[in-house]
């Protein structure tokens, strides 16, 4: 009798228990726990430390030339260096021992600072903790032949990757920290065991983040349970088997109606923030070369880079870092995107800021690698101009990719993929990647999230996936690419494909048919503090912005009288670039530490010195004073109660003693501007105490603080009894300390009326503004923005209006009613609101963070009020606020002839601004003039030129002649038709010139 074989024993099954699989999966690849025994425990073998190490300290950024020549003294891991902002240079002798051949080996360094290993003069490779950067990889497999010791540098920064915030990230730095050494040392790197890891990791992820109703976390979950199984953590033969268990799951493939993810390498880099603009080149390098360094081991790898600034400075300061990146870049690998000179504030800049943001960028990157950028590139700014869409089309580009909506305090913005149309009609493509981040780890939870967030299912089937450390900390990891290999095509997660922003547009391109479109301003509701804070950085950009503007202008001028006359090309370029590099998001709204308000501050008074210096004359849009009656000013008081009235025959004013208005209305007019027992030009002080963002934000529960300043401490008295001009002072205390005096003025026939400030702000937490309540009924007030204007309610019917409880303007707002309104102007405000029938005006604010002194000190404002009859349009209120900013400029005359008068350009229409006039880009003979419709009306408007012009073509923004656009010269002048909103540049080449007298000889108008 035969006995039967035993049945053959079932390979061991997992367990029935899901928690305790997960967590035992866990411990295995922990970093916590049984290190000892587990598998991650393995990622390392043996060490060996540095055979010496010294250093040197500097508070300077200095080059390495420099560096290496100073007296190095003996230094020891666990040592500690500072303060902030100070520089420690760490020579390195290296020895590795002769046993460690075939193995892969490390330079590894931990420290608290931001550091940068130079290996034979070169940068090499950075390493910021904080940026999982520790490691400097010396040899992928060390052979007998390879140089066995060296010595490298360490140029190690007393910041960490957010600077030095004392407490907190946004605090102000703490002057005294120090930094302290951990690691310095060699080590066997085990690359078995690290790619184990990452497949355990993901699967992992998998097991956990799909969820028990799908099928597939369980598959992940007994995988990789059987993976440790397999695997003897002390026998590296055991781990292909496991590998094997891992590759097999990931090989399951997807359906086609699966999602696709773009991954692109990036590295946000503020370009000045919680750390100087100094230390921005050296965040630049750091993070760049570590780029270059993964780009030669990962032949897959992109990488979307912004800011020409930025590129610019590596070419300065880095020339051989600068040229491996031009290689990748011709490559296709590293990619300049954007097009702007930084990634500027998308709210505050002026129109023609914003143009030469592009032009200076796209001009950059043109030069330097033969393409301009065909996407712009925002996602870290605080909101978005109605106007950007006719910028960016006018500078060649049709796609636009953002994120910052997403921070959204109140409502959720609709799309993440859609048209996105101006003021005047432009549209553009417009992305928003759906994981609401640039800075992802190509983990799987980002990639669920991708897909499960995406808010245009069913319309587009692609979005981007933007992966790296930003700030310094040197973008993608080794282990993000690792990762996003193995998920490339997983069944349960979506595709994942290192891609580009081309590649990912054109696709999207492709699918827009079903896309929606979003009409006017992407308004960030967070932030809204940041056109206010460091009123002195505003003052500054919008004066420089003035400056330039007048200088190109008579340059232009000068040139076509005289062929004699150096136009100063390349110092209008470099100003131009330092005021652009203050318009950064976090310079311009003032979110910075008070390093870099000094730096900006130094580079304004540059700006403003280049002015003084010069003698120039403009002569503004002013009226004639020669001819004025001067008995229509008068100023009065009004004996009983301390009030003043002042009148010019246009306006009539009563002010109290406190020199709040009574009583404005247009001098043969009863319709009065005021309410009944109201006061106009009532300042009020607010408790402004954000969430967390101190400097950035002001919450809507500061509206429920208001106090009006009544405290006086001088009442209104006239200073200017009348004539040409009429004006009456007055002082306020505000708050516990600070003070404010005004001048109250009047000129002879102006339509408005001027408030000159002077304020001692030495408040903490406090928000001033100035209120107009005006006797107008309208449910939206109107602001002016970038060549243009927009409206926003009054009132806060929905949550998306009452989230604008604090918008951004540019220089004036209106609330008007059929016939007559009121507006309000200033020479160098942007935060306002409308509520009701309230104008306010937003002064000055005082967060502690992360500058503690921010706007402590004197300032000085001017703002006007304006009642009209008509529309805005219609009254010039574009107009007068163009002369409250560009205020006329006498110059004492050389002798006492009366020159006949000139003018250089005229315009037939009042809806059409001319802009800019400054020399051609590309030719030196040319000038190109930048006009808009101001209105908000289809009008054809004549431009008539004294000047010599033989030839005017339409250009684009780039000034790039448009096809077909060449302009007849008529006898009225060149024909041009305007929609809405729409800006046009012309060419215009001036005919071989004889030498005339300078413009300003005679008295010009602009
Ligand atoms: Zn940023």
């Known amino acids: 009798m035969r006995r039967a074989a035993p049945p053959p024993q079932p390979k061991m099954a997992a367990l029935k228990h899901r928690r305790t699989a997960l967590e035992r999966v866990e411990k295995f690849i922990s970093e916590v726990y049984f290190t000892d025994c587990n598998l991650r425990g393995r990622l390392f073998g043996d060490r060996c430390p540095a055979a010496s190490l010294s250093c040197f300290q500097t508070p300077r950024r200095i080059p390495y030339d420099e560096a290496v020549r100073q007296e190095f003294t003996p230094a020891k891991v666990g040592d500690s260096f500072g303060p902030t902002w100070e520089t420690c240079w760490f020579k390195v002798e290296l020895s590795i021992p002769p046993t460690w051949a075939g193995r892969e080996v490390h330079f590894v360094w931990e420290s608290d600072g931001e550091g940068m290993v130079w290996r034979d003069a070169q940068p090499v490779q950075g390493l910021t903790k904080e940026g999982e950067k520790t490691s400097y990889i010396l040899t992928s497999s060390l052979k007998e032949t390879e140089p066995h010791s060296m010595t490298l540098y360490v140029e190690l920064a007393c910041n960490g990757l957010f600077g030095a915030g004392k407490g907190s990230m946004i605090a102000p730095p703490d002057p005294d920290r120090r930094f302290t050494l951990t690691k310095a040392e060699l080590v066997i790197f085990n690359r078995d065991v690290y790619e184990l890891l990452v497949d355990l990791e993901i699967l992992l992820d998998m097991a956990q983040l799909l969820g028990e109703e799908n099928q597939r976390s369980f598959q992940a979950l007994y995988t990789a349970n059987q993976m440790v199984n397999v695997c003897d953590v002390s026998d590296p033969s055991t781990f292909p088997a496991a590998r094997d268990l891992a590759a097999a799951i990931f090989s399951q493939r997807n359906g086609e109606s699966q999602h696709t993810i773009h991954a692109v390498g990036h590295c946000h880099i503020d370009s000045a923030w919680l750390w100087p603009y100094e230390e921005t080149i050296r965040k630049c390098a750091r993070s760049w070369v570590t780029v270059v360094r993964l780009m030669e081991c990962n032949p897959e790898l992109t990488f979307a880079c912004s800011q020409a600034q930025q590129f610019e400075w590596v070419r300065s300061w880095y020339p051989g870092l600068y040229a491996q990146i031009q290689d990748f870049v011709a490559k296709g690998r590293f990619i300049p995107v954007g097009g702007t000179w930084v990634e500027m504030d998308g709210n505050l800049p002026s129109g023609e800021s914003m143009v030469r943001q592009f032009l200076q960028g796209q001009r950059f990157f043109q030069e330097q690698f033969g393409q301009i950028c065909s996407e712009f590139w925002l996602p870290d700014t605080f909101g978005y101009s109605a106007q950007l869409p006719q910028l960016m089309r006018g500078c060649g580009i049709r796609r636009f990719l953002t994120q910052k909506l997403s921070w959204n305090l109140v409502n959720t913005f609709p799309h993440h993929t859609f048209f996105w149309e101006g003021i005047d009609g432009s549209r553009v493509l417009t992305h928003f990647p759906p994981g609401n981040s640039y800075e992802m780890h190509g983990r799987v939870e980002e990639m669920l999230k991708t897909v499960k967030n995406n808010k245009d299912k069913g319309r587009v089937n692609h979005s981007a996936f933007l992966f790296g450390f930003g700030d310094g900390g040197g973008g993608p990891t080794q282990k993000m690419l690792d990762r996003m290999k193995r998920m490339s095509d997983t069944d349960g997660l979506p595709r994942v494909q290192i891609s580009t922003p081309d590649r990912l547009f054109s696709v999207l391109e492709k699918e827009s048919s079903q896309l929606c479109t979003w009409v006017g301003e992407l308004f960030l509701e967070l932030h809204n503090g940041t056109y206010t804070t460091q009123a002195q950085i505003k003052k500054g950009n919008r004066e420089c912005e003035r400056i330039l503007h007048d200088v190109e202008v008579l340059s232009a001028l000068a040139l076509a009288r005289s062929s004699t006359f150096q136009y100063p090309t390349s110092e209008l370029q470099r100003l131009w670039r330092l005021l652009l590099l203050n318009q950064f998001h976090d310079v311009l709204p003032g979110s910075c530490i008070q390093l870099v308000v000094e730096d900006a501050l130094r580079y304004y008074a540059g700006e403003q010195g280049v002015w003084m210096g010069e003698h120039w004359v403009l002569a503004g849009g002013a009226p004639e004073v020669s001819t004025l009656d001067c008995q229509a000013l008068w100023v009065r008081p009004v004996q009983e109660d301390g009030s003043i009235t002042m009148e010019n025959g246009v306006i009539a004013v009563c002010l109290d003693s406190m020199g709040r208005l009574t009583s404005l209305h247009l001098v043969g007019s009863e319709r009065e501007s005021v309410p009944e027992g109201c006061y106009a030009n009532q300042f009020a002080l607010f408790d402004d105490v954000p969430l967390y963002w101190d400097a950035w934000d002001v919450m809507d529960y500061h509206l429920e603080t208001r106090k009006p300043v009544t405290t006086l401490l001088k009442p209104l008295e006239i200073s200017l ?109 942007y ?46 209120v574009i107009q007068c606020a163009y002369n409250l900013n560009f205020p006329l400029h006498p110059v004492p005359a050389s002798s006492a002839q009366c020159p006949e008068a000139w003018s250089s350009f005229s315009v037939s229409s009042p809806a059409v601004v001319l802009e800019t006039v400054k020399q051609a880009e590309d030719s030196p003979g040319a000038m190109v003039v930048r006009l808009y419709e101001a209105h908000g009306s289809t009008v054809v408007a004549w431009l008539r030129t004294s000047l010599p012009v033989q030839e005017a073509t339409l250009c684009d923004l780039l000034e790039r002649p448009v096809a077909g656009g060449c302009l007849p010269l008529e006898q009225r002048g060149i024909r041009l038709s305007f929609t809405p909103f729409r800006v046009l540049s012309l060419l215009l080449v001036l005919r071989r010139m004889v030498t005339q007298p300078p413009p300003w000889a005679a008295s010009s108008s602009v």
């Open 721 to 829: 009894a009348g004539g040409l001009r009429g004006s009456a002072s007055f002082s306020l205390q505000i708050g516990k300390s600070s003070t404010l005096t005004q001048e109250i003025i009047l000129d002879a026939t102006c339509p408005y009326l001027r408030f000159l400030t002077q304020v001692e702000w030495k408040e903490a937490h406090k928000f001033l503004k100035v209120e107009f309540p005006l006797l107008v009924r309208s449910t939206n007030a109107t602001y002016e923005i970038q060549f243009g204007h927009l409206q926003r309610p009054t009132h806060w019917n929905t949550s998306w209006d009452w989230a604008r409880f604090e918008v951004w303007a540019h220089k004036w707002l209106d609330l008007s009613e059929h016939g007559f309104g009121v507006a309000l102007l200033n020479d160098c405000k």
């Open 831 to 876: 935060g306002a609101s409308a509520h009701r029938n309230v104008l306010s005006l937003s002064l000055l604010r005082a967060p502690k963070s992360p500058d503690a002194t921010a706007d402590m000190g004197h300032h000085q404002f001017t703002y006007a009020v304006m009642p009209h009859r008509g529309s805005f349009q219609d009254a010039g």
